[in-house]
């Protein structure tokens, strides 16, 4: 297990060191990345880091990871009803499962990051509206021009994304 958080950790500082997808992360985008990413000690107990299946390894190069243009084309419009990918600067998606199921997706958490604040203001706005459908197995945080999103598919396991997301909420504010 050791081996795993330190190969997680030279991940992040390899995709923050050296950009990924979108050509070089702002350095702003870096900070936020390097605040609200999560590792192995934020998972839930029970849970691990999903593996990624090889269908989907051209949107998830890996878990967790920043997301390349093409895949938050793919991804975004899919994530939320009338989601704009061109309202999105970057994007980091970490999915986690019960050890038993490695494939499966039982809590995933996305960091969004707008191009700007009226990019922002728009995509937000959809954000809350699906929220408000689904309050029992998704959790929204959004500052500025960012949005941290917390998904799962088990209202029995709302309570750990909403464990993740205090921990998330108190970085975002630090």
Sequence with gaps: MQWLKISLNIFVFM?????????????DDNTLFSKLTISAEDIPQGFVFGKVPNFAK??????PCIVNSEGIRFLVPKLYPEGNATNIKSMYVA?????DRPYGD???YYLLIF????SATAE???LNEYYQWNKDRIVLISKDTIALLLFTDDIANYKYIEQLAQKLQVRLNQ
């Design 106 to 108: 039982d809590l995933v």
């Design 15 to 27: 995709v923050l060191a050296f950009g990924f997808g979108r050509g070089m992360l702002y350095s």
């Design 58 to 63: 051209n949107v998830f190069p890996n878990n």
């Design 115 to 118: 191009k700007d604040s009226k």
């Design 95 to 99: 999915i986690m499962t019960t050890e």
């Design 124 to 126: 937000i706005k959809k």
